[in-house]
């Protein structure tokens, strides 16, 4: 079992930066990730890290302005996010995996994340 803790949501002008923080506790996952979720819309992937091999991966349109990383010590993967735009407002979710899977696709994560809001104006 993987429990998941959000923070670091919240309302930000466009051009703005947050940072997200999502804790694990429990056995350590294979890799973890950010799903995004505006209202109306399905889920959708934004960034993913493998916990041991550190690789990274990105959704097209926050290549550039948006940084996953992890702190191994503290079981926490953080995503900066740069450059904000309007478009960017969404629930944010965490979720960690426990296998070698495609990084885009929610259907292979098996834990997740309370949520956390980020809106951004324009």
């Known amino acids: 079992q993987v429990q998941l803790v959000e923070s670091g949501g919240g309302l930000v002008q466009a051009g703005g930066s947050l940072r997200l923080s999502c804790t694990a506790s429990g056995r350590t996952p294979y890799a973890m990730g950010w799903f995004r979720q505006a209202p109306g819309k399905e889920r959708k992937f934004v960034a993913a890290i493998n916990w041991s091999s550190g690789n990274t991966y990105y959704e097209d349109s926050v290549q550039g302005r948006f940084t996953i990383s992890r702190d191994n010590a503290k079981n926490t993967v953080y995503l900066q996010m740069n450059s904000l735009k309007p478009e960017d407002t969404a629930v944010y979710y965490c979720?960690?995996?426990?296998?070698?899977?495609?990084?885009?696709?929610?259907?292979?994560?098996?834990?997740w994340g309370q949520g956390t809001q980020v809106t951004v104006s324009s």
């Open positions: 979720a960690a995996r426990s296998v070698d899977a495609d990084v885009r696709a929610y259907y292979n994560y098996d834990y």
